[in-house]
């Protein structure tokens, strides 16, 4: 496994751990239960581009500076995330609803390879940035604006939720020979007690560039 393999595996397990103590901490009384996946938006086996899919050749790395998703009325600043010193993922601020994190040490959106993407799902406040992720339908855009001023926009492949202790860590940041995207929030279950008890993720790849 690669080095950075190995590093895009210890923040997806820290994801997890963060989402369940996350909501403790910032949860408001009333909880809003985001919206989960459709089993009709899932992969029937494994990651794989929908037939007919137009698929877009991958672009020169550059950094992300703005996601957009008009489908669930996302529009948000992007930041560099890296990872704490217990080896978990370093979250967006915490009081900022309307902003979404990329890992720095891995691929950027758009390059050849597989792009993380982080947000949380709400905050003391309310919804934040991912909170609608898992309404996603197969097919939506996810538009990406970089600092070479290009645009990559992706096309939804499946969305699709797991419990925090069966994470599937190779299907989700696994190597892909085309510029793939994963968006993460927590999801799943909800407990008082642990928060959150597992991840939304939502699967895609680049079918055009502006």
């Not at 996946?37 to 899919?53: C, H, I, K, V």
């Not at 001023?149 to 797991?162: K, L, M, P, Q």
């Amino acid at each position: 496994m690669s080095q950075t393999a190995q590093k895009a595996n210890g923040w997806l397990v820290g994801i997890a751990v963060l989402c369940g103590l996350w909501l403790i901490q910032n949860g408001s009384d009333t909880l809003l239960v985001p919206p989960q996946p459709s089993t009709a938006e899932s992969f029937a086996a494994g990651p794989q581009l929908q037939p007919g899919s137009p698929v877009a050749e991958p672009m020169r790395p550059s950094e992300p500076v703005r996601i957009r998703i008009p489908g669930i009325g996302v529009d948000a600043p992007m930041m560099r995330l890296g990872l704490g010193k217990g080896g978990g993922l370093d979250v967006p601020p915490d009081g900022n609803r309307n902003i979404a994190g990329w890992f720095k040490d891995g691929i950027p959106p758009g390059a050849k390879g597989t792009a993380i993407v982080a947000g949380h799902v709400d905050n003391a406040q309310g919804p934040s940035v991912f909170y609608a992720l898992g309404a996603l339908k197969r097919g939506t855009r996810v538009e990406i604006d970089r600092k070479d001023g290009r645009t990559a926009v992706f096309s939804i492949d499946a969305i699709e939720v797991y419990d925090n202790e069966d994470f599937p860590d190779q299907r989700v940041y696994g190597d892909q020979p085309h510029a793939s995207l994963r968006l993460i929030t927590c999801g799943g279950g909800f407990s008082e007690k642990t928060g959150y008890q597992g991840n939304v993720v939502a699967y895609a790849h680049l079918a055009e560039v502006r």
